[in-house]
């Protein structure tokens, strides 16, 4: 037990208890051996495993439309979002308290493509926004940094948080516009009633310039 005052030295991991192999038939390959390929870390004392709770509809809808949720209820792909998200929020939280020092959730379904009304690729609730949320209303926190670092441009992220002065958004994404095949797959992800995915910000539009990636 760290000691009142200091910094914790603890490292928090967070797992969903729906986070299996043979839960995520998507996702079979990434996992293959998971949860055990970490046991060796958490030997460790330094490393604590926490379960990831399912986070609660009611703070969903603080950031989320009904409509979104209604349509991840219906996506089998998104049955993991609860925990996910929630995992996320705990961690969040947990640091804030000072119980942790830092944390690595395992989720089993992503965030930074889903925004208000539209989600896809595997997000289903943007558990970054969420967290940013809970913190300034639970914690009084002010300012945040997300360094988002997916070979996708954070979009849902972007949306939910654009001009948002407490907030920057740094995305490390390089252009897709520009390919093809990925415009195709990415057209194909978000059409019907979940919209369009946007793409990460061309050269000169808002968004992460050459200049300001270097100076990072």
């Known amino acids: 037990?760290?000691?009142?005052?200091?910094?914790?030295?603890a490292h928090g991991?967070?797992?969903s208890p729906e986070l299996q192999p043979q839960e995520l038939p998507h996702d079979r390959g990434r996992l293959f051996d998971f949860p055990l390929a970490i046991e060796p870390i958490l030997e460790n004392p330094s490393y604590r495993l926490y379960e990831s709770p399912r986070i609660g509809d009611e703070?969903?809808?603080?950031v989320h439309t009904p409509e979104l949720l209604k349509e991840v209820r219906r996506d089998?792909?998104?049955s993991t979002g609860w925990h996910s998200a929630g995992g996320v929020?705990?961690?969040?939280?947990?640091?804030?308290r000072g119980e942790i020092r830092n944390a690595f959730a395992f989720i089993g379904a992503g965030g930074h493509h889903s925004g208000g009304i539209s989600f896809g690729g595997h997000c289903c609730f943007n558990d970054v926004a969420l967290a940013v949320h809970v913190l300034r209303k639970r914690y009084g926190w002010k300012r945040f940094a997300i360094l988002d670092t997916d070979a996708h441009h954070g979009d849902g992220t972007r949306?939910?948080?654009a001009g948002d002065p407490g907030v920057l958004h740094v995305c490390f994404a390089r252009p897709i516009t520009s390919r093809p095949t990925a415009r195709r797959w990415m057209s194909r992800r978000w059409a019907g009633t979940r919209g369009e995915a946007p793409a990460c910000p061309?050269?000169?539009?808002?968004?992460?310039t050459r200049r300001r990636r270097r100076g990072v």
Not at 89 to 96: G, R, S, T
Not at 202 to 208: A, D, F, N, V
């Open 202 to 208: 061309k050269r000169g539009e808002p968004g992460l």
């Open 13 to 15: 991991h967070f797992l």
């Open 159 to 161: 949306e939910l948080l």
């Open 1 to 9: 037990m760290d000691q009142p005052g200091t910094r914790p030295r």
């Open 59 to 62: 703070l969903i809808l603080e």
């Open 76 to 78: 089998p792909l998104c």
């Open 89 to 96: 929020v705990l961690a969040a939280e947990m640091i804030a």
